[in-house]
């Protein structure tokens, strides 16, 4: 089955204090979490979502 969901995403851009590869993870980290919302908007069971959050250790890897 095919189907598609429209979402808007906002990319924010890099500050003095973080790396490029900072910036990188965190706009992914806001995509994901946004596709999710998406997914269970659209009536998918949570078997169809795709979580995504940080470890215990609390911190992201990607």
């Known amino acids: 089955m095919k189907f598609k969901?429209?979402?808007e995403?906002?990319?924010n851009s890099l500050t003095d204090?973080?790396?490029a590869l900072d910036s990188l993870k965190a706009?992914?980290?806001n995509?994901?979490?946004e596709v999710n919302y998406s997914l269970i908007q659209a009536g998918k069971t949570p078997e169809?979502?795709?979580?995504i959050g940080l470890?215990?250790?609390g911190k992201a890897h990607f």
């Open 17 to 19: 204090e973080e790396t």
């Open 27 to 29: 706009n992914i980290l």
């Open 31 to 33: 995509a994901l979490t």
């Open 9 to 11: 995403v906002d990319i």
């Open 5 to 7: 969901i429209t979402t």
């Open 48 to 51: 169809n979502t795709v979580i």
């Open 55 to 57: 470890p215990h250790s």
